[in-house]
């Protein structure tokens, strides 16, 4: 079940014993991660560059819908911008409940799919009353060609305060964020005519209040503030740490095994 929305990847609630495992880091690994498990390592046509790891982490070449672990190996799992590239996001979300206690995902919502498009995302993702809804792409009307992350995705958020500021104040509207334990509540492709609707039909205001509730000017005001104050904690703490992982080839002389 859905425990809450963090504002991103570093806003986890893991703790300091906790054993984590991370599926399709790509070339982005988070550096809390004891093992990664990635399916992909001699093509970059799901992810924006090469395969990279911290000395610390464990590296496991392997496929998120078969995962070669026990059941509840781990404390908790990240899965950032994968699960809308799964062949079957069923089985794919079903096996980080099975290895895993708590976990959390992240995936580009339907606005964020429809301004940097990506033609290896297979699904449209929307979380609607606490379950994540994914929608074939295939099947939308919608042009999914235009590509406009060069501005919302490369641009702005590193030259406009207030469009950074956006993401976290009002969550889902870049991406999906969604913290879990014991189990994923997911539906793909619903034929249900309620969240059927949402991915082919006009947005009317009950449905867009459904995805971004309303709020009181003085929560916005306290949301903003506290948005602002964890950007800029975490903005220092970046700088302080400036860690760099491996590629995957230099990871495998420090370690002195043969590459998968």
């Not at 093992?35 to 395969?51: I, M, P, Q, S």
């Not at 498009?117 to 699904?123: D, E, L, Y």
């Not at 929560?219 to 800029?232: G, H, M, P």
Request: aromatic share 14%; proline share 5%; hydrophobic share 35%.
């Amino acid at each position: 079940m859905k425990i809450r929305s963090p504002y991103d990847r570093l806003d986890l609630k893991i703790n300091k014993k906790d054993r984590v495992l991370e599926i399709g880091p790509g070339h982005n690994p988070s550096f809390r991660s004891n093992v990664l498990a990635e399916k992909f390592v001699d093509t970059n046509y799901h992810r924006c560059g090469d395969v990279k790891i911290y000395p610390h982490q464990t590296f496991v070449n392997a496929d998120g819908e078969n995962l070669p672990f026990k059941d509840k190996e781990f404390d908790y799992t990240i899965c950032c911008h994968v699960l809308e590239h799964a062949d079957n996001p069923v089985k794919f979300v079903k096996e980080q409940c099975r290895v895993s206690k708590r976990g959390y995902i992240e995936a580009p919502s339907m606005i964020g799919e429809y301004l940097f498009p990506k033609k290896s995302h297979k699904w449209v993702i929307l979380e609607i009353d606490k379950k994540l809804v994914l929608y074939e792409k295939a099947k939308m009307s919608e042009n999914y060609a235009c590509d406009y992350g060069e501005v919302f995705l490369n641009y702005l958020p590193f030259q406009s305060l207030a469009y950074r500021l956006l993401w976290y104040t009002r969550g889902n509207i870049m991406n999906v964020c969604y913290e879990w334990e014991d189990d994923i509540e997911i539906i793909v492709n619903p034929q249900d005519e309620y969240y059927l609707s949402f991915f082919t039909k006009k947005w009317d205001r009950q449905m867009s209040e459904k995805i971004f509730p309303p709020q009181t000017l003085f929560k916005d005001i306290r949301n903003t503030l506290k948005a602002a104050c964890y950007l800029l904690i975490n903005t220092l703490k970046g700088k302080i740490r400036n860690r760099q992982p491996l590629e995957l080839s230099e990871y495998m002389k420090v370690k002195g095994i043969d590459a998968p």
